[in-house]
């Protein structure tokens, strides 16, 4: 099982950044997202598709359904600049899946 | 809080095995319903999920590492271990252990130690 995500996006302070995660029917599975900072361990930022840890703010929200999950990280600052990677579990090889990840740059 | 922390060599050289242990505190790792796992990141592959050992003792890898990886627990000291063998350049990376849980995700990660392999 492979996710697909985009190599970048961008955003402007205060503004929104979407961020994609594709795969065959990803909205039967339950998304996470990470955070990752230079230098740091994957922080988590969304889990189980819409679910947000303690911790993270209620800028970050999460959806899931049919061939794509997506991390909106809304009024965008200058510190959410990081990777992004999604992960789902491969129920018929049962081990995790990462997609390639996502740049997220605020200009 | 449960804590993780990796531990073994910076340096391994061409094909020799890479040993890492992660010390767990805060958690029991034979306890619960949990994939006590292992994950590498490097620049070419970014986070690439290498397999796991279950609280229950069941292990997994990726099909890519299978015939080189292998995982094991020591209940008595609360850590998992992590043998690769046949290192090579490729296999460069920082090295992260972490907890999964079906519906939460990643939650607890160790600081991750970062391995070169050179002669």
């Known amino acids: 099982y492979t996710v697909t995500q985009s190599p970048s996006v961008s955003a402007a302070p205060g503004g929104t950044a979407r961020i994609t995660c594709e795969g065959n029917n990803i909205g039967s599975k339950s998304a996470h997202w990470y955070q990752q900072k230079p230098g740091q361990a994957p922080v988590l930022v969304m889990y189980d598709d819409n679910d947000r840890p303690s911790g993270i703010p209620e800028r970050f929200s999460g959806s899931n359904s049919g061939n794509t999950a997506t991390l909106t990280i809304a009024w965008v600052e200058a510190g959410d600049e990081a990777d992004y990677y999604c992960?789902?579990?491969?129920?018929?090889?049962?081990?995790?899946?990462f997609g390639s990840g996502t740049k997220v740059t605020v200009l | 809080q449960v804590q993780l922390q990796e531990s073994g060599p910076g340096l391994v050289k061409p094909s020799e095995t890479l040993s890492l242990i992660c010390t767990v505190t805060?958690?029991?790792?034979?306890?619960?319903?949990?994939?006590w796992s292992w994950i590498r990141e490097s620049p070419r592959k970014g986070l690439e999920y290498m397999g796991y050992?279950?609280?229950?003792?069941?292990?997994n890898s990726n099909p890519s590492l299978k015939s080189r990886l292998t995982t094991s627990v020591d209940a008595s000291k609360n850590q998992i271990s992590l043998r690769l063998s046949s290192m090579t350049a490729a296999d460069t990376a920082v090295y992260y252990c972490?907890?999964?849980?079906?519906?939460?995700?990643?939650?607890?990660w160790g600081q991750g130690i970062p391995v070169t392999v050179s002669s």
């Open positions: 805060g958690d029991s790792v034979t306890s619960g319903s949990y994939y």
């Open positions: 050992i279950h609280s229950s003792g069941r292990t």
């Open positions: 992960q789902v579990w491969d129920t018929s090889s049962d081990y995790a899946v």
């Open positions: 972490a907890r999964y849980g079906a519906f939460e995700g990643l939650v607890y």
